[in-house]
């Protein structure tokens, strides 16, 4: 069985900071894909990154940085210089990778991420 | 233009009453999802179908079918509502294999008074 852990339900920082949410995952597939997802007050789902579990390069793009470390089983997400428009609950998902034409999405509990001005 | 659409976007309704969600994606992918967003915020998979065929049927009420009538097509039919249905409901859809990241429909605010 597949399971997600986001054990920061909210998380509140002042704009200009730099904050990293968690995620830990457990998996018994040795190839699976590590996803993270925004959603705004809008209420859409955003891709933000996808990860392979053979790929433990880190990645930045911007003001965001991911953290995967297969060893602890984490896949953590920092942004740096928080800013307002950064506000949104954030959720990591995991995907298997066995062949196969649809595989469901796991999701973490997800994290409420405000920004104060 | 729109990738994945859904409508309505808002639905309220009474209990009992049977009401239909439609989704349509126009980026020519092959599998399409239904998931749950319940009141905090979890979500969780329902169905998924992939060239019309049903790949996962997660444990969900039998009230809840999903039909689709073609590969763009994934429209989700709930009879006989109960309180307990009132989610928001998200279509999504991928090409084919886990690798690929799923794009998501802007949503379906269920209430059921």
């Known amino acids: 069985a597949q399971k997600v852990t986001q054990a920061q339900t909210e998380i509140s920082v002042v704009e200009k900071e730099d904050v990293t949410l968690d995620c830990v995952y457990e998996?018994?597939?040795?190839?699976?894909?590590l996803f993270w997802y925004k959603q705004p007050p809008s209420g859409e789902l955003v891709f933000l990154i996808r990860?392979?579990?053979?790929?433990?390069q880190n990645e930045i793009s911007g003001r965001y940085s991911w953290n995967f470390q297969k060893s602890t089983s984490s896949f953590n997400f920092t942004i740096t210089a928080s800013q307002v428009v950064d506000s949104a609950v954030y959720f990591c998902?995991?995907?298997?990778?066995?062949?196969?034409?649809?595989?469901?999405?796991?999701f973490g509990s997800g994290t409420q991420l405000t920004v104060l001005p | 233009d729109t990738a994945v659409s859904q409508t309505p976007k808002y639905l309220v309704t009474q209990m009992g009453n049977d009401k239909s969600i439609k989704c349509e994606q126009n980026?020519?992918?092959?599998?399409m999802y239904w998931y749950k967003q319940d009141s905090k915020k979890f979500l969780k998979i329902m169905f998924s179908?992939?060239?019309?065929?049903?790949?996962i049927n997660e444990t969900v009420p039998n009230r809840f079918s999903p039909k689709s009538p073609d590969k763009a097509h994934l429209n989700l039919h709930i009879n006989s509502l109960e309180l307990g249905d009132s989610a928001v409901y998200f279509c999504?859809?991928?090409?084919?294999?886990?690798?690929?990241?799923?794009?998501f429909g802007p949503g379906t605010r269920l209430t059921v008074t």
């Open positions: 998902a995991l995907s298997k990778g066995s062949s196969g034409s649809a595989r469901q999405l796991t």
């Open positions: 980026l020519g992918h092959d599998t």
């Open positions: 179908y992939n060239n019309k065929e049903l790949i």
């Open positions: 998996t018994r597939d040795t190839t699976y894909y």
């Open positions: 990860r392979n579990s053979f790929d433990e």
């Open positions: 999504a859809s991928s090409p084919p294999g886990g690798f690929h990241e799923q794009y």
